[in-house]
């Protein structure tokens, strides 16, 4: 193909060391359209492969099959289901520990400290950081990996963060479940971080053996905005950042946490709560806290509160998902759907009660 002269040249200018070549003349059809991305679904034969990898500990398949079973899609239901029933065998051999504690506390530093001294010690650790979710897109907003670098590269340790959703005390609805897949690929201790804003964590004592509270120095103050539900529920209190100048006050406050919790009825039959103070920045205080999670889980053990707990949680369990499947069927209902609007503007506008809202709401939902 003979070259031609760049257009700025001028008609009878010569001596060009360059050239402008045509461009490759491709025929495009009419009919063509972008294809729309569609994610691959999850076959049987995957399932049983998801299984094979989650009992050999292999990370990436643990974090596919927690994917699985997080997906809100239909088709991913079933397939999730069948993957837990099969590895059911393999799990509750873990200590499972809840620690919450108010933004600041220093919730993830003290779980990569906690987690790593774990680690160290021969454990295999799995964290499952709730975050809070993003308004906009349902998406993690603090991304835990992030905060906890060090124990994120730690090869016996799998950081798993899930978005809150919004859901009551932070924890993410299928918690419980990630928690029998990271026991089944052989992770003996579970770290179950919430939120901590302030809501009910009565959730997070109903799916653990064991119930840590973050706290800082100042319990004076602290102690009078403090709900006295929260401290009922836990079976001990740690008070962190005790280092440098704020140990004296850190050890002070733990002595007023004593005081109080003396007073309060355990959660836990036959052990009383207890408080503590330790350093995420250089592990002081942390050996002592692990050796009372033990001597907590030997003797509820040999009382037999441990295996009963776990069996009240289970059925706790069930009736929450009862619950939750009978306010989704509620709302899918395409006479409900319907109706709600209108029975919404009777009530604003005080032409109806609630109380005869709702019973005509479910008049035409069992029609």
């Keep these: 193909m003979s070259g031609k002269k760049p257009e700025w040249a001028e008609e009878n200018e010569d001596g060009f060391t360059s050239s402008v070549q045509e461009g490759v003349k491709r025929s495009v059809s009419s009919d063509t359209k972008v294809r729309k991305f569609v994610k691959k679904q999850e076959r049987p034969q995957d399932i049983e492969e998801l299984k094979q990898g989650v009992l050999l500990g292999e990370r990436a398949r643990l974090a596919r099959a927690i994917t699985l079973i997080e997906s809100n899609s239909p088709q991913h239901f079933e397939y999730a289901q069948s993957l837990l029933q099969s590895i059911m065998t393999h799990t509750g051999k873990s200590i499972r520990i809840g620690i919450s504690g108010v933004p600041g506390a220093g919730k993830s530093t003290f779980i990569e400290a906690f987690g790593t001294f774990l680690c160290q010690a021969g454990h295999k650790v799995a ?21 906890m670098e060090e124990l994120a590269r730690n090869p016996r340790a799998f950081i ?17 479940e990630t928690m029998l897949l990271c026991e089944a690929a052989g992770f003996d201790v579970i770290l179950v971080e919430t939120v901590g804003v302030g ?43 005790a280092d440098g100048s704020n140990k004296t006050a850190a050890l002070r406050t733990k002595s007023e946490y004593s005081r109080i919790l003396h007073f309060l009825k355990s959660p836990t039959q036959g052990w009383q709560a207890k408080s503590l103070t330790c350093s995420s920045l250089n592990g002081e205080g942390i050996p002592a806290l692990w050796e009372v999670i033990g001597d907590f889980t030997e003797l509820t053990k040999q009382s037999g509160v441990f295996e009963e707990r776990r069996r009240m949680q289970a059925k706790e369990w069930l009736y929450s998902l009862v619950n939750e499947q009978l306010q ?20 604003i506008a005080g032409k109806k009660t609630v109380t005869q809202a709702v019973h005509e709401a479910f008049i035409n939902f069992y029609k």
């Design 127 to 147: 964290v499952l950081a709730v975050d809070p979710s993003s308004s906009i897109n349902g998406g993690s907003i603090l991304g835990d990996k992030t905060r």
């Design 160 to 176: 798993r963060p899930s978005p809150s959703e919004g859901t009551l005390g932070g924890v993410h609805r299928k918690t419980r």
């Design 199 to 241: 809501q009910s964590e009565a959730i997070v004592r109903g799916m653990v053996d064991f119930f840590l509270l973050l706290a800082l120095t100042g319990a004076g103050d602290e102690l009078q905005g403090m709900k006295k539900g929260i401290l009922e529920l836990v079976d001990m209190i740690v008070v962190n950042k």
């Design 328 to 347: 989704t069927l509620f709302f899918q209902n395409e006479r409900i759907k319907r109706m709600l609007p209108q029975l919404e503007n009777e009530v």
